[in-house]
C-alpha cells in the first residue's frame, strides 16, 4: 500500500463521537439493543452505533434520541457510539444510569 491508498481511505471517513449511553432513557436502550429504533442503528454487546448522516437523514421519533441528533448535526458528527462507559456530554440530559440495561 502506498500514501495515496491511505489518502483515498481517509477521504472517505466519517466523524464519530462516543457517548454515554446515559443519554438515552431506558426504553430508548431497549430499542437500539432490540434493534428496533426509529433510525439506523447496530446494536453491539455494550451499546450501539446509530447513524445521524450529514444532513441527518432523519429524526427520530424517539424524543431523547432527536435531542442528541439534533447536537450531533449542529457538531458535524456522522456516527453515534453509543457505550455505558463513554463519556457524558454536557448539555446533554441524563436518564438513568444504563447498568445491565445499557
Known amino acids: 500500500m502506498n500514501e495515496s491508498t491511505a489518502t483515498s481511505l481517509r ?3 466519517e466523524p464519530l463521537a462516543a457517548l454515554s449511553s446515559a443519554h438515552l ?3 430508548t436502550r431497549q430499542k437500539l439493543i432490540g434493534n428496533d429504533l ?3 442503528a447496530y446494536p453491539t454487546a455494550h ?5 445521524v ?3 441527518r437523514y432523519d ?9 442528541v441528533f439534533e447536537v450531533a448535526e449542529l457538531a458535524g458528527i456522522v456516527w453515534l457510539k453509543f457505550d455505558a ?3 457524558v456530554i454536557d448539555g446533554l440530559p441524563v436518564f438513568d444510569p444504563p ?4
Open 47 to 51: 451499546g450501539g452505533f446509530v447513524y
Open 25 to 27: 432513557t431506558l426504553a
Open 38 to 40: 426509529s433510525v439506523n
Open 85 to 87: 462507559d463513554s463519556a
Open 11 to 13: 477521504q472517505q471517513a
Open 53 to 55: 448522516g450529514s444532513p
Open 99 to 102: 447498568g445491565d440495561a445499557l
Open 59 to 67: 429524526i427520530p421519533t424517539e424524543t431523547d434520541l432527536a435531542a
